[in-house]
């Protein structure tokens, strides 16, 4: 929900008014650098993708149709980055390039290590990932996840359950139950 107050800030970035836009950076910034980590789990990676979301969103915001549209077009372009950057690290680092060995086993070592929630979560597919930290962590309903990544609701919703599974199935892994 955009109040009156945000709505002219936002217009006036629109206008080209670089004063308002460095507001909306203040204002947004940690949700993007968050939701980036989140999908990044690398810190520097994150500050590189937020940095970019913002350099996109400046760019494009005379496209921006409705300033209440603000919040999610602003989450779509990091999430956007995001998958991209991901896709460009598995081309880097192909999985049948590398020794059996050298991919970790969670059952390896010690039974009583236990994984973060970051590694859990890196364990993840992109669109899990995705899907999880906007419902559960930015608290996104379904429609509005429905139309930041442009999938079916039903999508959405299924994927979300599978996340879950998975995320669970791991974590349970990684504490050697």
Request: proline share 2%.
């Amino acid at each position: 929900m955009v109040d009156e107050e945000l709505s002219r800030i936002i217009d006036r970035a629109r206008q080209g008014d670089q004063n308002a836009f460095a507001e909306l950076v203040v204002r947004y910034k940690g949700h993007v650098f968050r939701h980036a980590y989140g999908m990044l789990g690398d810190r520097g990676e994150a500050e590189d993708a937020a940095q970019e979301t913002f350099i996109k969103a400046y760019l494009a915001i005379r496209s921006l149709g409705d300033v209440h549209a603000f919040s999610s077009w602003l989450m779509r372009i990091v999430s956007n980055l995001c998958k991209d950057k991901l896709k460009q690290r598995t081309k880097v680092v192909e999985t049948e390039d590398m020794p059996k060995d050298s991919i970790p086993d969670l059952h390896a070592g010690d039974p009583s290590l236990k994984i973060s929630m970051q590694e859990a979560l890196a364990r993840l597919s992109v669109d899990h990932r995705e899907i999880l930290l906007l419902h559960d962590v930015r608290g996104f309903r379904y429609e509005e996840i429905a139309e930041l990544t442009g999938i079916p609701m039903g999508t959405v919703k299924s994927r979300l359950f599978s996340a879950r599974m998975s995320l669970r199935k791991i974590w349970n892994k990684g504490e050697g139950e």
